[in-house]
């Protein structure tokens, strides 16, 4: 498709599972970042991949968030063991490389609900 | 780390009136982008600001980056109904280097449009 794809759109899961979640950004996109909205938040920066650079993992929230990032394109967020303070909407969005690196489109995003 | 301080948090007004919302820092930014958020959807780039300064119009919207740098507001003329959603404003910190990609947002101001 045209725009950044998200899956799967809602998840309900149970503490203490692990869940992944995908990303799959516009073509030709290099950069791909994640970023976690909680209800009546703004949106919080997770981590952020750019081409075959090392990605930046400085917002991820905990060691039980990882992220992965295969042939420059589709990306995982999977979160272990999971709490209830993970449930938000987890949001995706990719940008051309370039000097306006602001200009992100975002993805649908996954809802997490954990019970 | 940075933050952003976005106001009003809500809004409730009149179809056919005018709308003002703003954003404010401690910190500089060099960009601010202002976003859009309908129900179960990811946000959308409205209007994006490079300079200090700068005003810019996409339709009845106006926005404009503050000469300060640590500020910048969007105004919307003559709401109409589907002008509802959460405006979002967001600000980068550099152009280039490490951290320059990681946008940091506002909380939102939530917009109802009354018929």
């Known amino acids: 498709g045209a725009g950044v794809s998200q899956s799967p759109s809602n998840k309900v899961t149970e503490k203490g599972k692990d869940v992944e979640l995908r990303c799959d950004p516009i073509?030709?996109?290099?950069?791909l970042y994640w970023y976690r909205q909680s209800l009546g938040q703004g949106l919080e920066f997770l981590i952020y991949?750019?081409?075959?650079?090392?990605?930046?993992k400085s917002g991820l929230p905990s060691d039980r968030f990882s992220a992965e990032r295969t042939g420059g394109s589709v990306s995982t967020l999977t979160i272990q063991r999971t709490q209830q303070e993970d449930s938000a909407v987890y949001l995706c969005?990719?940008?051309?490389?370039?000097?306006?690196?602001?200009?992100?489109?975002f993805g649908e995003g996954s809802r997490l609900t954990v019970l | 780390g940075q933050q952003l301080n976005q106001s009003p948090q809500s809004m409730f007004i009149q179809e056919g009136e005018d709308v003002s919302m703003n954003c404010t820092s401690s910190?500089?930014?060099?960009?601010w982008l202002w976003y859009k958020q309908d129900p179960g959807e990811g946000p959308v780039l409205l209007i994006a600001?490079?300079?200090?300064?700068e005003l810019t119009s996409n339709g009845r919207l106006t926005a404009q980056f503050g000469i300060t740098r640590k500020d910048s507001f969007l105004n919307i003329s003559a709401s109409i109904p589907s002008d509802v959603g959460i405006y979002f404003c967001?600000?980068?910190?550099?152009?280039?280097?490490?951290?320059?990609?990681?946008?940091?947002f506002g909380k939102g101001t939530k917009l109802s449009v009354i018929p």
């Open positions: 969005a990719s940008s051309l490389s370039s000097r306006y690196t602001g200009e992100l489109f």
């Open positions: 967001a600000g980068q910190p550099t152009y280039s280097g490490a951290g320059s990609y990681q946008l940091t």
């Open positions: 073509s030709g996109h290099t950069a």
């Open positions: 991949f750019q081409g075959n650079s090392a990605p930046d």
């Open positions: 600001l490079y300079k200090a300064g």
């Open positions: 910190s500089i930014f060099n960009t």
